[in-house]
């Protein structure tokens, strides 16, 4: 199945106000974070790992087996 994933910028940009680096290092690598140039490209990169991670089975919309 193929998706979209969008990420709500304005959303990032609180996110980066609030909690600074400590919110990117839960998602992007040391390098990654020297990547980032605005709140856009952390939204790039959030989506592009979510839908990676869904690609894979792993993303955080993934139900239990088990349900």
Known sequence: MIGIDITVISRIEKMIDKFGNKALKKFL??????LVKSPSSTAGFW?????ASKAIGT???KRSEEH
């Open 29 to 34: 690598s040391n390098k990654e974070i020297l």
């Open 47 to 51: 989506a592009a790992k979510e839908a």
């Open 59 to 61: 993303g955080i919309g």
